[in-house]
């Protein structure tokens, strides 16, 4: 079972599915078909299916290990939870979103009640139901869910700041969707408050953050605000890991297209290099 986690850190599925199928056998064979171990190496299992690409196996092995899980523990023991989110990944990875959603709501109980309301563990339920909700085009819930998260993980004795910023990264995006600007900005500054000086592990942020406060007066047709936002954007660019992969577009976001705007804003940035 340990070896076929490392396979799978290192996405070598086939010899991954091979290790849990031994273990399965040797599981069963040691404790017989209805203990909680042979259920943990069904769960994952299914889950290197699933990154193989084979859901229907992923499927059967997922629904093997949530009916030895039903007939051990009840029904908010936090392993039938586990359970409900492993079948929730894979039925994203279906595309199947309702039906995802469905079984994460029921995680989210289960945590509440075994775990208590402010569980870093919810907090992870939170981001993925939040995720669920972006696949369904539902910017409302994300900013819901995600916000819910960001409320646990400040809470926090130790607080991971980089996960913070990549659940603001994603409310401010909804909020930039249903045109909240408000909130948008109001976001940033607290992301951006969040973010320790002069620290090259948060430049990729820095420079996604000060580009959205660049669309955002890009979009008012303030240019002056714009570009000097997106000359921020920029220079934290040019020190973030993405500078290795591809240059911006005009530093500009990707919302604001090719707009005759977005004209004004580059020819603005070009002149003032």
């Not at 599915?17 to 056998?25: D, L, T």
């Not at 109001?186 to 669309?215: M, T, V």
């Not at 977005?262 to 290099?273: G, I, M, P, Q, S």
Request: charged residues 30%; proline residues 3%; contains cysteine.
């Amino acid at each position: 079972h340990n070896l076929a986690s490392v396979y799978v850190e290192l996405r070598k599925y086939d010899q991954s599915i091979e290790c849990y199928s031994k273990a399965v056998e040797i599981k069963r064979k040691a404790f017989g078909e209805n203990c909680p171990q042979l259920s943990d190496t069904y769960s994952s299992l299914a889950l290197a299916y699933k990154d193989q690409g084979d859901l229907k196996k992923a499927i059967d092995c997922i629904t093997k290990a949530e009916g030895i899980c039903k007939g051990l523990f009840d029904e908010n023991h936090p392993s039938l939870g586990l359970i409900y989110k492993n079948q929730a990944l894979i039925y994203c990875k279906l595309t199947d979103y309702p039906k995802a959603l469905s079984l994460m709501l029921k995680k989210e109980q289960i945590t509440i009640k075994s775990q208590g309301a402010n569980h870093p563990i919810l907090a992870m339920d939170y981001e993925l139901i939040g995720n669920i909700y972006d696949h369904m085009n539902n910017p409302k819930e994300v900013i819901n869910y995600k916000l819910k998260a960001v409320n646990i993980l400040t809470q926090c004795e130790s607080e991971n700041c980089l996960g913070v910023l990549k659940l603001y990264h994603d409310i401010i995006e909804s909020y930039l969707d249903i045109k909240d600007t408000p909130k948008a900005i109001e976001c940033l500054d607290k992301a951006i408050s969040l973010i320790p000086e002069d620290n090259g592990e948060y430049y990729d942020y820095l420079f996604d953050f000060y580009d959205s406060y660049g669309y955002i007066y890009h979009c008012q047709d303030n240019h002056k605000e714009a570009v000097k936002y997106y000359k921020k954007a920029k220079r934290y660019f040019k020190k973030s890991k993405a500078s290795d992969r591809a240059e911006p577009v005009s530093y500009t976001h990707l919302r604001a297209h090719k707009t005759e705007a977005d004209l004004v804003c580059r020819l603005l940035l070009e002149k003032k290099k």
